[in-house]
C-alpha cells in the first residue's frame, strides 16, 4: 500500500460500495424487473441480471467475461505493485479496478452482473456502481494523457 496508495484505496471503497449496492438490490428486490421509482419516468432502482458485457454486448458471454475480469483485475494489481504511477493514474486505475473486479465477483457468483441504475429519461441501459467506476476511470485516463502530451 505504500507504493500507489491511492490506487489501493479507491479500489477499496468503490469495490466495497459497489458490492453493498448490490447487496442490497438483491435484498429488497424479488423479481428481475422490479423496479421503485425514484423520480417517475426519469430515475429508477430497477433489478436487471445482464449475462453481458457493458450495454448488454455479449450477452450470454459472462463464462468467459468472469476470466477476463478476473485478468484485468489481477493484471491491474500487480501493475501498480510494481509501478509507480502519477496520482491521475492511481485514481484511473482504482476506479477500473473496482469496476472489473466489482462485476467479476458478479459473474463468478451469479453467472451474471447485477444492475440497477435505471435512467429512463434518455433510455439508456440499466447499470451499477462498477460500470460508473469503469467510466470514471477511463475519464481520469484520458486527463492524464492529455496533461502528460501537454
Not at 19 to 42: A, C, H, M, S
Not at 78 to 86: D, G, L, P, Q
Request: with cysteine; charged share 15%.
Amino acid at each position: 500500500m505504500k507504493k500507489n496508495p491511492y490506487f489501493w484505496i479507491v479500489a477499496i471503497i468503490a469495490l466495497v460500495l459497489d458490492q453493498i449496492t448490490k447487496y442490497l438490490i438483491l435484498l429488497n428486490f424479488e423479481n428481475i424487473g422490479d423496479t421503485i421509482p425514484l423520480w417517475q419516468g426519469v430515475f429508477h432502482l430497477t433489478y436487471v441480471q445482464n449475462t453481458g458485457a457493458a450495454f448488454s454486448f455479449f450477452q450470454g458471454g459472462a463464462s468467459w467475461l468472469r476470466w477476463l475480469s478476473l485478468l484485468v483485475s489481477i493484471a491491474l494489481m500487480i501493475w501498480a505493485w510494481v509501478e509507480k504511477f502519477s496520482k491521475t493514474e492511481q485514481l484511473a486505475y482504482g476506479f477500473i479496478l473496482a469496476g472489473a473486479f466489482g462485476n467479476g465477483i458478479d459473474r463468478f457468483l451469479f453467472g451474471y452482473v447485477v444492475d440497477f441504475l435505471d435512467f429512463r429519461l434518455i433510455n439508456f441501459p440499466v447499470f451499477n456502481i462498477a460500470d460508473v467506476c469503469i467510466n470514471i476511470g477511463i475519464i481520469f485516463l484520458i486527463y492524464a494523457t492529455i496533461k502528460v502530451s501537454r
